[in-house]
């Protein structure tokens, strides 16, 4: 499995336990966080494997200490995974790199 499959399957597993979740008054909440899952899902998908989104992935660590496995986010990560509901799926990715990375990271240019 490729980089981008790998962080396109994460996204889709994230986005099916948002759909999973059953919260009383959530005000269309998780089915926001859901559908820009997929979108982003899709989106990184649809990306070569050196795209320099996924290149600052790997650098950030977010695929291992080598950047050749499965796409693991760290905690941090992780949690702006888990409430992204709004924004473009590269805003998703570059909030994703900047967490994995002291400093932080600018958006692309």
């Not at 948002?18 to 926001?32: E, K, P, S, T, Y």
């Not at 949690?79 to 967490?99: R, V």
């Amino acid at each position: 499995m490729g980089t981008t499959d790998s962080l396109a399957g994460y996204l889709r597993a994230r986005a099916r336990w948002r759909l999973d979740r059953v919260q009383a008054r959530d005000g269309g909440w998780n089915a926001r966080c859901a559908l820009a899952l997929l979108d982003a899902a899709a989106y990184a998908e649809a990306l070569p494997g050196d795209d320099p989104l996924i290149e600052a992935l790997r650098e950030a660590g977010c695929f291992g200490p080598h950047g050749c496995g499965d796409f693991a986010p760290d905690e941090e990560s992780a949690k702006i995974i888990d409430s992204w509901h709004d924004g473009e799926p590269w805003e998703l990715l570059a909030a994703i790199t900047a967490a994995g990375r002291p400093g932080g990271l600018t958006a692309p240019c």
